[in-house]
């Protein structure tokens, strides 16, 4: 996924920013034509008002934000509607949304998991696991799993194109139809020479967590979903999360439609036909460990639970492993990357750990910040030529925690679970 502005996060940190002017605010009234479902107390309504004036700013039809604390869901609401088979559907807090590189963190846990279960070692080498040759450049057998899972790897998308979404460039170097899948890229990558030494620095790496994806396959023997839905979903009550299709057609059917201004060639057949970006312009099944969930806001909240404490899906040596420092260190910002998290500590003796995800018609962003806050914001089109910062999300809503006199103590989960 393309992480807008990314060194500003990594810099920054969820919620510890300053807020970025963004002009006048719209007026109240196009704020209150925004038509909301779900549950927002009145003690979180500075949350809400948050969400509303970003959506209104940026022309957002569809959006999702859930609030939570101390393993309580405290507020989940929807905004917007849109058309479906000639009806007019609003967004519920349970609709679901592609969350783009959100889906990381779920890739770090399963082999956190798997490790925890002695399945695999962290430290194992990928080109070993998966049957990669390294003629084409020996370095790759120093690629270890630690090193896919926390972007050091050897890979950098801004030398060589980011392979995850390159396909018409793999077809053709490989003498192949479109569409491609993950074989095709593995071996069009692996015959060519990494971008830098293993280990040596931090470069984010759609492709270093596809390949991830491989090896739980691999290692599980089950597919790359089945097996987060059944060892990480399950366990802890979250049923509706599953990979996101490709095409409008074959959306699921509480998902919302996504945005975007620009257009692309089919990569999903030879067809040539130019298509909405977010519908063909990239594979979504290619995307699946990356970026490839679709979920609601509420999932991501309720998913961010399970790193709170020892739990049925991982004990406390795989929840340090997946906020453990890599072995590049700690960044100027003071933050680094976990196993699918943005990690730095914060003033309070615990950690704030965060991602953002971004693709053509997605913008998604999930923190998990101190005295046990967490929140998720999910919309169905991201920054683009001439609209305003979609990352300002971040300050905005660790601002609004500090409108918040009283935390409410109802717990919405069991609505939405």
């Known amino acids: 996924m393309t992480m807008l502005t990314r060194r500003r996060l990594l810099q920054a940190g969820a919620g510890l920013v ?11 009234a196009e704020t209150a034509a925004i038509p909301t479902t779900g549950v927002v107390p009145s003690a979180l309504a500075g949350f809400d008002s948050a969400m509303k004036t970003f959506i209104t700013e940026r022309n957002i039809s569809c959006a999702q934000l859930a609030v939570a604390k101390g393993g309580k869901i405290l507020l989940a609401r929807g905004y917007g509607a849109y058309t479906k088979a000639g009806a007019r559907v609003l967004v519920q807090p349970t609709s679901l ?12 846990a399963a082999l956190a998991r798997l490790a925890q279960d002695g399945k695999v070692s962290l430290g194992a080498k990928v080109s070993t696991l998966l049957g990669l040759s390294t003629t084409a450049d020996p370095r790759l057998a120093n690629v270890t799993l630690w090193r896919l899972l926390q972007h050091t790897g050897g890979w950098n998308r801004d030398v060589t194109p980011d392979p995850l979404w390159n396909d018409t460039n793999i077809a053709a170097a490989l003498d192949l139809s479109l569409p491609v899948g993950h074989a095709d890229i593995m071996k069009y990558v692996t015959a060519r020479k990494l971008d830098f030494d293993p280990g040596a620095k931090h470069v984010y790496s759609n492709y270093g967590y596809m390949l991830a994806g491989r090896v739980i396959e691999k290692v599980s023997g089950m597919s790359y979903e089945s097996y987060i839905r059944q060892q990480l979903l399950s366990p802890v009550g979250i049923s509706r999360m599953r990979l996101g299709r490709s095409l409008r057609s074959q959306a699921f059917s509480t998902e919302v439609p996504y945005e975007s201004k620009y257009t692309r060639k089919s990569v999903v057949d030879g067809s040539g036909a130019v298509v909405p970006f977010p519908f063909g312009g990239f594979n979504m099944p290619n995307q699946d460990a990356n ?58 003796g615990t950690l704030n750990t965060w991602h953002n995800g971004s693709m053509p018609g997605t913008f998604s962003f999930l923190a998990r910040v101190q005295n046990g806050v967490s929140y998720c914001a999910i919309f169905n089109r991201r920054e683009e030529e001439g609209s305003p910062d979609f990352d300002v999300i971040d300050p905005i809503l660790g601002k609004a925690i500090s409108t918040v006199k009283t935390w409410p103590t109802t717990d919405l989960t069991a609505r939405y679970f």
Do not use: C, Q
């Open 97 to 108: 949304f592609r969350i783009a590189s959100l889906s990381k963190s779920l890739t770090g």
């Open 18 to 28: 300053p807020a970025v002017a963004l002009g006048a605010r719209p007026a109240e």
């Open 291 to 348: 970026g490839g969930w679709v979920a609601s806001a509420v999932d991501m909240v309720k998913w961010g639970f399970v790193f709170d404490a020892p739990g049925v899906v991982l004990n406390k040596t795989s929840i340090s492993r997946v906020f453990a420092k890599p072995e590049t260190g700690v960044n100027s910002g003071g933050s680094w990357y976990g196993l699918g998290w943005h990690v730095r500590n914060n003033n309070v």
